[in-house]
């Protein structure tokens, strides 16, 4: 199927581990790998092919990435059209996990795996909950970036850890699941 290379995909995508400013999971091949998920299972969902069209988005995106604009002055003051791009980024990444969260949630339905549909649902709930956690705790952290920075940095790392783990098991749960009654 197609769902293994998505939940490898993911844990490129949703972790970040840098040595000395380099990335060991570059974004653009997690993307390269839902791409590759996608296109094995685009028939089964029309939500498969709409995440398949933003992942495409998501390499062009990633590519551009890898030269690394700064989005600073030399006051290292944040220039307007970067939080922009940051937000817009974060829309669109929303948009490729609710395509294939409901996608795998509704196949799941349509195939009377009921368990596995609501666990997906319930994976693209956390996945929304946490960005919007995200996004709180980063203008808690502009607010007060002496007081809570770390502390907030280091919560929102073991959560996105923790994260990544349940949406990776929940898609090779569906490679399993729709594997087994393509046979």
Not at 87 to 105: D, S
Not at 171 to 183: G, H, I, Q, V, Y
């Amino acid at each position: 199927m197609g769902f293994t290379f998505i939940a490898w995909g993911l844990v490129f995508v949703l972790l970040s581990f840098k040595i000395q400013e380099v990335d060991i999971l570059p974004d653009i091949v997690g993307y390269i790998l839902i791409f590759i998920g996608l296109s094995k299972i685009e028939h089964y969902h029309s939500n498969f092919r709409k995440a398949k069209m933003l992942s495409v988005v998501f390499i062009v995106l990633s590519l551009i990435g890898m030269f690394q604009i700064r989005w600073t002055n030399p006051d290292g003051v944040f220039i307007a059209g970067g939080v922009l791009l940051g937000l817009v980024f974060l829309m669109l990444q929303l948009c490729l996990f609710y395509f294939i969260f409901i996608g795998m949630e509704e196949g799941s339905r349509n195939r009377g795996l009921i368990e596995l549909s609501t666990l997906a649902r319930r994976r693209w709930t956390q996945y929304f909950l946490f960005t919007v956690l995200i996004f709180i705790s980063m203008l808690i952290i502009w607010m007060a970036p002496i007081l809570l920075g770390s502390a907030v940095a280091f919560i929102g790392f073991i959560l996105s850890i923790v994260l990544t783990y349940l949406m990776v098991t929940v898609c090779m749960r569906a490679e399993r699941e729709w594997s087994s009654m393509n046979r």
